[in-house]
């Protein structure tokens, strides 16, 4: 997909890239306005959705959380603050890595597989990764040490680290959420307040911090909650309400890069558009409180 920027400028965007104020954002928007992660390409059925990780979007004047993606469709970010999307085109396949406690996660432009202490996909690359992926569509690469490449075929078993690890090609009618993030795949929180364990695809995710004590304080209050309130219980110290709202924007965001990278769907916890947040539980979902 081809997104044209607020300055004119051309860029390609795939599943899982960001939207924002990031440096390290796909598609990297220098202002104010824009939130440092403003939100995030989905691959959803046969579709691309724009999914709003901050605040709404705006398409013709109508506040949107999700924005289905066609060519020519406008979408303001903030006031004249607008991208545009250019090109769209879906492939039949999309290509996933699995291996050795890796569930099957789509690769994206770049991705970056770390093995330690449990095997998980990162989006871009990462110097200290074990391999780094890069190609598209049926055509990619592994760097498995500077300058040492290889090009790699469709369900050819290769190793990495000791595990087993193989490229599958998805169609792209299975390639939702589900491949990607585990979207469908039960979770079962484990919650400590100070930790909180999720179990998923047969491995516990140890989540500390004040990650922890965030999903911790949504599971208490049951419900969509104001970040302020939130924020207030997990920072009890006096701050002004500037530094509260960065700290607790921080978090979230460090929150959602963690559960990414783990191969969990980041919209566990959740914003309603109107500054309140939540988590996003799923029919097989089950938590254990004992906080």
């Given at each position: ?11 390609d965007l795939s599943h899982g890239d960001l939207i924002g104020r990031l440096r390290s954002a796909a598609l990297p928007i220098d202002d104010p306005r824009v939130s440092e992660a403003h939100a995030m390409v989905s ?200 530094q509260l709202r960065s700290r607790f924007d921080m978090t979230v965001l460090r929150l959602r890069k963690r559960l990414r990278d783990c191969g969990i769907r980041d919209d566990l916890v959740t914003s309603t558009g ?18």
């Amino acid at each position: 997909m081809t997104i044209c920027g607020p300055n004119q400028k051309l860029w390609d965007l795939s599943h899982g890239d960001l939207i924002g104020r990031l440096r390290s954002a796909a598609l990297p928007i220098d202002d104010p306005r824009v939130s440092e992660a403003h939100a995030m390409v989905s691959l959803r059925g046969e579709s691309l959705r724009l999914l709003a990780l901050r605040g709404r979007l705006l398409v013709n004047n109508e506040s949107r959380l999700e924005v289905f993606l066609t060519e020519g469709l406008k979408i303001d970010l903030a006031p004249k603050v607008t991208i545009e999307v250019r090109r769209l085109l879906l492939p039949q396949t999309v290509m996933a890595l699995e291996g050795d406690g890796l569930p099957r996660q789509l690769l994206q432009g770049v991705s970056s597989l770390v093995t330690v202490p449990n095997p998980r996909l990162v989006p871009g690359y990462l110097a200290q990764a074990n391999a780094v992926f890069w190609g598209e569509d049926d055509i990619w690469k592994i760097e498995i040490a500077p300058g040492v490449t290889e090009s790699l075929t469709p369900n050819q078993p290769f190793q990495i680290a000791g595990r087993m690890f193989r490229l599958v090609s998805v169609p792209l009618h299975q390639a939702s959420s589900d491949a990607t993030m585990g979207g469908l795949v039960p979770l079962r929180l484990v919650v400590l307040y100070d930790t909180v364990e999720i179990h998923h695809s047969g491995r516990v995710v140890l989540i500390s911090g004040n990650s922890a004590r965030l999903i911790s304080e949504l599971v208490d209050f049951g419900g969509p909650v104001s970040w302020e309130i939130l924020a207030a219980e997990i920072w009890k110290e006096e701050v002004d309400r500037e530094q509260l709202r960065s700290r607790f924007d921080m978090t979230v965001l460090r929150l959602r890069k963690r559960l990414r990278d783990c191969g969990i769907r980041d919209d566990l916890v959740t914003s309603t558009g109107t500054g309140h947040i939540h988590l996003m539980l799923r029919e097989d979902d089950s938590i254990e409180d004992r906080n």
